[in-house]
Each structure stands twice: as C-alpha cells, then as structure tokens.
C-alpha cells in the first residue's frame, strides 16, 4: 500500500502522537475555483507523484478528484521526502512549466523541513498552484464564521475558540495586526452563552489616560460640571455580556491595577463614586505586543490568560490563501478573474498586514483588471519592484524594513499622506511612516484634518457608508478618520 491509498478519510488519529507531521499539498488555485482548498495528504515516506490523474485531493467527507486539468501533464512531477525531512523536487519528463515561489526551475529542487514548514509554492502548467507543507493534524468539522482555513494553524484556532467559547474564561488574543483577533473575539462571544447579549468593544490604545477611567468605569453625578446625572461605563454596559479590551498593551499604566481587580473580584468604582459596582462581563482581550517582555502589568497579564490563542500570521499558512482569496472576493461582490502568475506572487509574499492588506489589495487588484490592466504584487502592495525570482529554493524571502523616524519631524501633510495611502489603517500608516502605533495616536489626536469617529454626527456617518456602498475602508477615507475605529463606530450604530 502507498501513501496515496491514504485519503482524509483515513483513521489517522492525533498526528502529534504519531510523532511526525505529514507532507501535505492543498490546491491554492485552479481554473474550477471549487477546487481550491482542496488536499491530498501523505500518510507514509514514499514518493509522491503529482500528475493530470493522481493523487486523489479532496475534503472531508468527500470524494477525491486528481487535478484533471490539461495543462498538467501526464507524467508525474515527483515529491520524495528524506531522513532529515526534506523534501526533493524532481520534475517531470515532459514540457509542462514548473515554478517554485513564482520562480522557474529548471532542475531538481530541495527543500528543508524548515522550508517546507514556511510553505512552498508550486504552479503547474502555469494555471495550477499547490502549496507543499506539513499537516500536524487532520482536517475537522469545526466552522467559525470569518476564520477560513484548511491547513493546520487554522484548524487549531478553529478548535481552540470552540473549546473555550462556552466557558467563562477570560481570553487573551494574541497575533500581529489584521490576523482576525476582532473576528476571532466575536466567534468566542457568539458560540458562547452570552450571545443574545451584546459584544461591547473598545480600542485601548485610542482611550487617553484622562478619559480612560470614566470610558472603562463611569462616573458618579454631579462628578463633572454640567452633567445631568451618572455616566455607565463600558463594565456596566458589558454586565451580562462580554467586553472585548482590543490592544490592550496599550492601556494606560494607571489602569491596569484597576483591571486587574475587576479580574479578580468583579468590583471596582466608577469615578467620584462612594461605593464599588459589579460585573459581571466577560473579559476577552487581544494584543500584537509581547506583553511578557514590556512594562505590561505582570499580575494582570497572568489574569488576562485564563486562556491564550495566538492567531497564526499569514506567511505561516500559505496553504490558506486561495480560500482566503475566494471568501474575500466573495465578500467585495467581485468576480475579478485574477491570473494564475499574481494568485502565485500573492501566495509567496509575506503579509506584514496580514489577512486585512490581502483584502485591500485584492481591491485594488480588481480595480485594475476592470480597467484592462495587469497588476503586479508590487504595484499593489505599494512597494518597491520586487527583485526578479530566483530559480532555487533555497533563497530567502526577505521585506525591507521601513527606518524609524522620530514622530516630531512629521507634518500634518505626512500624516494624511501616509493614512490616506493606506486605507486609513493606523498600523500600516504607522509602519509606512517608520513610527510606533501609540505615536501614530498621538499625531491623529492633534490632526486639524483627521476626526475621531466619535466626534461625527451618526447622520454624515449613515450618508457617507450609504455613498460608498458600505464599504468601510471608503468611507474612512471620504471621512478622513481611522478605518478600524469607525468600523467599531459603524457596528455600533447599525448592530444587525
């Protein structure tokens, strides 16, 4: 028996105990777009033979089909997998165009266990891509809404927000910028028992320290002048509920030993008040900090972990994309036939925004295929030309890093500059900007042009996403104000 008589529907059971991964190819594009996200996996250490008609990729619960495509020769491309993990390359004997990571090869091919772990990139006959990396575990039946993925870093997040949504656990949600944390948060609260309740959120790194305790705990009346009565906070409005604490590196230090005892107890004190309240909310928070190696309140942070997730970057599965690609293209209303050379160039780049730049650059791209032309990853991701590809495998991918500048020699004309190229995003601003988030906030603070989405009326809100279709990332920019904080705004005016 060889290991393409193994299909998902094999009686593998933990791969983790089996004490090795196994090698994995999914479809990441192919002209029948039903195909994508598709897989074969390899359960034993024989060669694989990729050809028109085998192996047999599927998903659970399905039948297998080969590729089928008649770009894709007959004769097999062959994978071999060595004592050290490697796997071996070998193309076939026919004409058919093989390229690794968007470059051709003209000869066999190595890559290391470590390699194969980071994903690698195969088109066939210039209109097939697979991905080649390692599975720890099988494919199962457990949908979250928003978090699309068929390889085993999605799984595992899957799984993870199952097994703790219906606890009342607080969570900690841990990733770099556009991984999905926020969407990630809102599964938790919708597959747990407070559903019917609402999801109150906020943005930590957007609550000034003098704001931050009336905005977290309320206020007593007659505290500020003016008021007619008590101000609720967020805890009182999230009682019942769930409160979800996004970037919350970012609290202000004075906060966070009242965080921490409103973890411990459910008590604490609105502002100017004689007497504590309760909560009872559930805690959700999420960072793209190492809060273990900063001045984050320790005692806190052990609080905040009743239980961790760590939302995978999206370099770190490449077997991912095309799913992605489609469930986005799907979202946007777009039926932009993208070329098999970009999906490839898409597949192999390494995201520093993560799923949130795919979406945007997906946009673009879709603008410039309506208007005839054809784009490239390095047009639509706003970056220098990208070197040509190297036809080894063995050629690092690198980004170049953008140098830090102090937020004092920027202008306001920099400012919008950099927000308004991409997508009113503040992290990838910040980035382009060579500047830390925290001081990114600052700037907008003191920005004659930028609003903060609080400040506008509901009614210029309601017209401007009406004008541009619903979409968000328009809007901020017709606004001039973040698009993630008038996303949180948008959700709270219109929660259905």
């Known amino acids: 028996m060889t290991n393409q008589d193994f299909t998902l529907t094999s009686p593998l059971g933990d791969l983790a105990a089996a004490g090795a991964p196994l090698l994995a190819l999914?479809?990441?594009?192919?002209?029948?777009?039903?195909?994508?996200?598709?897989?074969?996996?390899?359960?034993?250490?024989?060669?694989?033979?990729?050809?028109?008609?085998a192996p047999l990729f599927m998903r659970p619960g399905a039948d297998?089909?080969?590729?089928?495509?008649?770009g894709i020769s007959r004769q097999p491309l062959r994978l071999v997998r060595d004592g050290q993990d490697g796997v071996a390359v070998t193309l076939p004997a026919s004409a058919m165009a093989v390229e690794v990571n968007g470059g051709?090869?003209?000869?066999?091919?190595?890559?290391?266990?470590?390699?194969?772990?980071?994903?690698?990139?195969?088109?066939?006959?210039?209109?097939?891509?697979?991905?080649?990396?390692?599975?720890?575990?099988?494919?199962?039946?457990?949908?979250?809404?928003?978090?699309?993925?068929?390889?085993?870093?999605?799984?595992?997040?899957?799984?993870?927000?199952?097994?703790?949504?219906?606890?009342?656990?607080?969570?900690?949600?841990?990733?770099?910028?556009?991984?999905?944390?926020?969407?990630?948060?809102?599964?938790?609260?919708?597959?747990?028992?407070?559903?019917?309740?609402p999801l109150v959120a906020v943005n930590m790194a957007a609550l000034g320290e003098p704001l931050a305790a009336t905005s977290l705990f309320g206020m007593a009346e007659g505290v500020q002048l003016g008021m007619?009565?008590?101000?609720?906070?967020?805890?009182?409005?999230?009682?019942?509920?769930?409160?979800?604490?996004?970037?919350?590196?970012?609290?202000?230090?004075?906060?966070?030993?009242?965080?921490?005892?409103?973890?411990?107890?459910?008590?604490?004190?609105?502002?100017?008040?004689?007497?504590?309240?309760?909560?009872?909310?559930?805690?959700?928070?999420?960072?793209?900090?190492?809060?273990?190696?900063?001045?984050?309140?320790?005692?806190?942070?052990h609080r905040l972990a009743g239980f961790v997730i760590r939302m995978p970057p999206l370099r770190a599965r490449r077997e991912d994309i095309g799913v992605l690609i489609v469930e986005l293209l799907r979202q946007q209303n777009s039926e932009a036939a993208l070329p098999a050379a970009?999906?490839?160039?898409?597949?192999?780049?390494?995201?520093?925004?993560?799923?949130?730049?795919?979406?945007?650059?997906?946009?673009r791209a879709a603008l410039m295929l309506e208007e005839g032309a054809a784009p490239t990853l390095s047009q639509l991701v706003r970056m220098a030309p990208l070197p040509p590809p190297q036809a080894s495998a063995e050629a690092p991918r690198e980004?170049?890093?953008?140098?830090?500048?102090?937020?004092?020699?920027?202008?306001?004309?920099?400012?919008?500059?950099?927000?308004?190229?991409?997508?009113?995003?503040?992290?990838?601003?910040?980035?382009?900007?060579?500047?830390?988030?925290?001081?990114?906030?600052?700037?907008?603070?003191?920005?004659?042009?930028?609003?903060?989405p609080e400040t506008i009326h509901e009614a210029d809100i309601v017209r401007a996403m009406e004008q541009c279709g619903g979409d968000v990332e328009r809007c901020a920019a017709l606004l001039k104000t973040p698009a993630e904080a008038l996303r949180r705004r948008w959700r709270l005016l219109r929660p259905f």
Not at 64 to 70: I, T
Not at 342 to 363: C, I
Request: hydrophobic share 45%.
């Open 26 to 53: 999914t479809i990441v594009w192919h002209p029948e777009r039903a195909r994508i996200g598709e897989q074969f996996i390899a359960a034993g250490g024989d060669a694989i033979e990729v050809n028109r008609y």
């Open 228 to 301: 007619a009565g008590a101000r609720d906070g967020l805890f009182a409005q999230a009682d019942g509920a769930t409160l979800f604490l996004d970037e919350i590196g970012n609290t202000p230090a004075a906060m966070q030993p009242m965080l921490l005892r409103v973890l411990e107890g459910g008590d604490y004190r609105p502002v100017g008040a004689a007497q504590d309240r309760r909560t009872s909310a559930r805690l959700i928070a999420a960072s793209d900090q190492d809060l273990e190696g900063s001045a984050f309140n320790q005692a806190l942070l």
């Open 342 to 363: 970009l999906v490839a160039e898409l597949a192999a780049y390494d995201w520093p925004g993560n799923v949130r730049q795919l979406a945007h650059v997906l946009q």
């Open 399 to 452: 980004d170049a890093a953008v140098g830090r500048r102090r937020p004092s020699a920027l202008s306001d004309g920099d400012v919008l500059a950099a927000m308004a190229a991409n997508d009113w995003n503040i992290q990838a601003a910040a980035q382009a900007l060579g500047i830390s988030r925290p001081s990114l906030y600052k700037l907008l603070e003191d920005h004659p042009e930028i609003r903060r």
């Open 104 to 197: 051709a090869i003209q000869d066999t091919v190595r890559f290391s266990a470590a390699q194969v772990a980071e994903g690698q990139i195969l088109t066939l006959g210039r209109a097939v891509i697979l991905c080649l990396h390692w599975m720890h575990r099988l494919p199962m039946p457990h949908p979250v809404p928003g978090l699309d993925g068929v390889g085993s870093a999605a799984i595992a997040v899957r799984e993870q927000i199952h097994m703790v949504a219906r606890t009342a656990l607080p969570v900690l949600l841990l990733g770099e910028t556009g991984t999905g944390k926020e969407i990630a948060a809102r599964a938790i609260h919708a597959l747990g028992d407070r559903a019917r309740a």
């Open 64 to 70: 297998g089909l080969p590729l089928g495509h008649g």
